[in-house]
Structures are given as structure tokens and as C-alpha cells.
Nanobody, 131 residues
Framework: QVRLVESGGGSVQAGGSLSLSCAVSGVTDGTYCMAWFRQVPGKKREPVAAIYTGDSGTYYRDSVKGRVTISQDNTKRTLYLQMNNLKPEDTAMYYC??????????WGSGGYCYSSTYKYWGQGTQVTVSP
């Protein structure tokens, strides 16, 4: 059973930075899509960034491109989200997610993971950005 535990959330002023981590356990030797999502109360959960463990292909939400970097360690045991130049509209609960899968060879792996559905979820970590 895959288990995901997020950490690193907090409160910052606009323009500041935060680094989120997601400790991953229970994964197999297979390939995974891993992603960060966020949700504001009353709104639908939305993907922020995704990565494919097979080739480290990534994909980002347009509104975070250039400000956010998703990465993983080589063992797939930790997923990271480095967020810089944070804006008040980045305020949300952030969740990491994982799904064991193989990206199709004719589809960009990062984009495939960005649009995938996910079986395993963490409990979330709150990010609050003040003006």
C-alpha cells in the first residue's frame, strides 16, 4: 500500500518561497506518475505539477510555470515542490498523489501524468500567501 505524507507548508508573504516535501512509502520497482494538486474550499482540486518517475518528464499548470519546480529523489522516496515568487492566489491546501502506471511512448510523459487520475493521496499541507 502506497503511503504519502506531505510537509513544508506554512504562511509567507507574497514574493516569498516555500519548499514542500512528500515522503513516499510502499512503492514498487515500477514506474509512477507523481503530482502535486491544490484545493481551495468550495473549489475543485486542480493539478499544479506532475512528474513521471520513468524519465523525470514534468508538466506544469500555466499559472505556476517559471515559479514552481517539481522533482523527485532517485529512489522515488521523496517528492518535492519548490515554489518561488508566491502569490496570494497560490493559497490552498496542497496534496501529493501517486499512481503506478506506464506512460505511452507516443505521449509526453509529463503531460500524461498531469492529466492522469490518481489512486494514492496524502493528507495535505496548507500554504497561505498574504499580500
Amino acid at each position: 500500500q502506497v503511503r504519502l505524507v506531505e510537509s513544508g507548508g506554512g504562511s509567507v508573504q507574497a514574493g516569498g518561497s516555500l519548499s514542500l516535501s512528500c515522503a513516499v512509502s510502499g512503492v514498487t520497482d515500477g514506474t509512477y506518475c507523481m503530482a502535486w494538486f491544490r484545493q481551495v474550499p468550495g473549489k475543485k482540486r486542480e493539478p499544479v505539477a506532475a512528474i513521471y518517475t520513468g524519465d523525470s518528464g514534468t508538466y506544469y499548470r500555466d499559472s505556476v510555470k517559471g515559479r514552481v519546480t517539481i522533482s523527485q529523489d532517485n529512489t522515488k522516496r521523496t517528492l518535492y515542490l519548490q515554489m518561488n515568487n508566491l502569490k496570494p492566489e497560490d493559497t490552498a491546501m496542497y496534496y501529493c498523489a501517486a499512481e503506478e502506471t506506464e506512460a505511452p511512448p507516443n505521449w509526453g510523459s509529463g503531460g500524461y501524468c498531469y492529466s492522469s487520475t490518481y489512486k494514492y493521496w496524502g493528507q495535505g499541507t496548507q500554504v497561505t500567501v498574504s499580500p
